[in-house]
């Protein structure tokens, strides 16, 4: 390997003194276009520091913040290529349409028949009510227990008292509502 072989491994290595490199333009060049150091000449400061050797000629680098592309006289440039054909993007409102009709008619529906059931509309089911406790004056469905409607859980009085999950069955089919009718 020769001399100058040698420096440039050091360099990338790590173990060159940054005197070699400032002596040297060709390795200063390359310092500042591989680790961005801008190496000037060292110049010592005190006589016992001051080389024993000769005087080193230095000459600076020419160095450029341009990028570097190499320039082949009498290549022509790439033709550029034509894009390929992609399928067209569908539209978005024809999937919407039948989706947001679908929320329309659900809270619609919810808002309904949770309406119903607080003026105690679904009384009539009721009868399936077999437990003990169970009083004719029940007539609106909890849907909290709504799994328990063959017992007196299933039940709550009509109209005046109202409960949490009315509350949130209303609230919830109107929010329902709201997102069906603001989509488009």
Known sequence: MSTHDDKVKRLLDG?????????????????????????????????????????????????????????????????????????????????????GMFLKIFGITSLIVAVANIFGLFGFLNSQCAAAKCTEEATRINWAGIHNIGNELGWSMPFPEMGIPDYVAVTCSILVLIVAFLRK
């Open 15 to 99: 173990e060159i003194d940054e005197a070699e490199i400032a002596a040297d333009p060709v390795l200063a060049s390359l310092a500042e276009r591989i680790f961005g150091l801008n190496i000037e000449p060292i110049v010592p400061t005190k006589p016992s520091q001051q080389s024993v050797g000769p005087d080193v000629e230095v000459i600076a680098a020419k160095t450029s913040h341009e990028p570097m592309v190499e320039v082949i006289p009498g290549a022509a440039p790439a033709p550029s290529m034509a894009l390929p054909d992609l399928p067209n993007i569908p539209k978005a409102g024809a999937e919407n349409k039948n989706g």
